[in-house]
């Protein structure tokens, strides 16, 4: 089994920056592709980025692409979601997800374990 919990999260102007973690524990992440994950009041929940077990292969939705930057630390257990030029439409929870394959998904129904979310909230 592996338990995540995110933090960071936390209320913030448009155009600003937040770094949301990942941390890990029941097993090692370094095997697990790592994914985040958003979900506003309403909406359904979406993709938002994904690194594979080395980090050497990143993704990101298109609406976070050149704001959002995620990577890992294996030493640590952790993965991190560094973004910037924060925008209202970012308002959501955020959560993290792992994969324990060598696939990197972008689909939520693909990733085994979840974290309960970190709220964050972009005011304009």
């Known amino acids: 089994q592996v338990q995540l919990v995110e933090s960071g999260g936390g209320l913030v102007q448009t155009g600003g920056s937040l770094r949301l973690s990942c941390a890990a524990s029941g097993r090692t992440l370094s095997m697990y592709s790592m994914g985040w994950f958003r979900q506003a009041p309403g909406k359904e929940r979406e993709f938002v980025a994904v690194i594979n077990w080395s980090g050497r292969s990143v993704h990101y939705s298109d609406s976070v692409k050149g704001r959002f930057s995620i990577s890992r630390d294996n030493a640590k257990n952790t993965v991190y979601l560094q973004m910037s030029s924060l925008e209202p439409e970012d308002t959501a929870v955020y959560l993290c997800?792992?994969?324990?394959?060598?696939?990197?998904?972008?689909?939520?129904?693909?990733?085994?374990?979840w974290g309960q979310g970190t709220q964050v909230t972009v005011s304009s």
């Open positions: 997800a792992a994969d324990g394959s060598l696939r990197v998904p972008t689909r939520g129904s693909e990733y085994h374990y």
